[in-house]
């Protein structure tokens, strides 16, 4: 891959785009900037969308498969590496772009595929069972018959202002994203605007923090600000680390300059003069675009010493934290890169006062940090028309489980949830809709008649719902409620740093408590019974001592998802206690097989498999399954060729 950046575009750049207004551009610069954005092509473009998702889905299969057919047929093609449109299921997608016709995309693309597509493509003919859509564009010729992307109701939904790239550009070259626009807004900050009038504008533009708790980042900067000291931090939260999370991962892994530009204007803003992006060392793609967009931001001196003329110097790093939950709480994640054990402290003080070495410190997380040069660059006005009248802007989702289409989207503040899960499709194979989990392992339930609830902090509080940082997992009747809070304690217990006592211990005692009621009995007399439900009253208590008593978020909202599913979900609570019975069938212990006589065969299959020896029967007969014997492991279920085997 050709990273090199030619002195001559960095110099058109730098003279002609940055420092001017777009309307005020000249003949010459539009035509360069479009053979840049790739507006006007003199020969076929193939682009191909490389992330961590569409990796697992096999893309790196299918970029071998392109060049070889390239190779073989010696044909005069560009290949372009994207970033991800956010159909993280329909991965791996392909585009293909003709001289004088719309650029076309096709899902769920395999390496034997490839012939098929481009065979097609190339003359002038579509393979329609693959094509997802085609993109609108003024200068081109549509295609016929294929659907622009801009009318599917997955894109029809969303206000793609973060996510404008993502798919589009090329996340390894600074030249795409600088004739996108990028870029125009840090130049616009360092020229027009003292650190003072940055403070205020994203006070006046309402920006909150997107990391949960929608703290105003102006009020944040500007309390960094005050402070008298020789250094100021400013740090970019990328440890997205909740359980179902992902949306942030592929923002920076397809848009990575967007990220370092916001970074620059912010760190300007506080008067920072270090600024560290601190992500998990096992996003090994994250930190490889991140630290190439870093260099190259050197290279065209938009990071280093006096930035753009203007007196500004910024040194900027990635950090690659160890994966620990906690080093996403922002006290815990300074300690980590000060090289010392991730644990939170108390707070005041506040990092804005004592932060990283003991300095004023703003941590932003992705989002928030990738709204501030949409903001510079269009204006406070802009901004505040997005919204609603206390959450402004647009709110990012990563939505999964059981729904038709993992993905993530888009959507301004004031969407309702249920627009949300429309968006994606519904639920997988149209099922009936149990409820959604929105905020990962500290987060809440919410049943399907709630979901016209709009996105906004304040009147999702005032529900009793956190958004969280914008995880959403779908649910089905096919999902054990008692056992996905049973995972959520499991994460926290086995994530928590243990510092303080009540997150450490009351965790572990929650887990326990759940384990306990989704355990086959020891015995079947009343007292065992009583036992296991005064574990489940005892949990209301546990939670309040882990929320008043415990140091960091982690352990004070710890008990969100149990509470939220005893107040929703009671009666499967009661159904697993006294009748012993997992009505979706994944809790394993509770589970009890039996053998359907008139379609058992008397193979033996299940018999030989079953580890405990509780199926028994004559060869050729009908089999049957000792109770007492059956663990409820699935073996025989398995194994059974006639679905003969079913449990209760």
Known sequence: MDNLINPNDTKFFLEHVLINDPLGYSKDVKNKLDFFRRNRISKPVIYLGITSSSICAGVLDVRIAIESYVSEKNLDIDLVVVGSIGLCSDEPLVDVQLPGKNRIIFRKVTPNDIPTILDGVLNKFVPSELVLGQYRHELYEPWQGIPFIDDLEYFKGQNRVVLANCGRIDPNSIIDYMAFGGYRALSKALRNHTYEEICSMIEQSGLRGRGGGGYPTGTKWRKALQVSTDQRYMICNADESDPGAFVYRLLMESDPHRIIEGLIISAYAVGASKAIIYTRNSNILTVERLELAIKQAYEVGLLGYNILDSGFNIEMSVRKGPGAYVCGEETALIKSIEGKRGMPTVKPPYPTEQGLFGRPTVVNNVETVANVSSIILNGVDWYTSIGTEKSKGTKLFSISGKVSNTCFVEVSMGTSLSKIIDITGGTLNSKKLKAIHIGGPSGFSV??????????????????????????????????MIDLVKYFMYFIQKESCGKCIPCREGSRRMLEILQNITRRPVSENGQNTLERFKGVIHLESLAEVMRDTSLCGLGQNASNPVLRSLKLFREEYEEHIFDRKCKAGVCRDLRTFYIDIEKCTGCTACAKKCPTNAIIGTPRSPYFVVEDKCIGCGICEEVCKFSAVYFK
């Open 447 to 480: 049943l399907p008649e709630e979901l016209d609830i709009q996105i906004d902090f304040d009147k999702m509080k005032e529900a009793g719902i956190a958004m969280g940082s914008g995880g959403i997992q779908v649910i089905d009747d096919s999902v054990c």
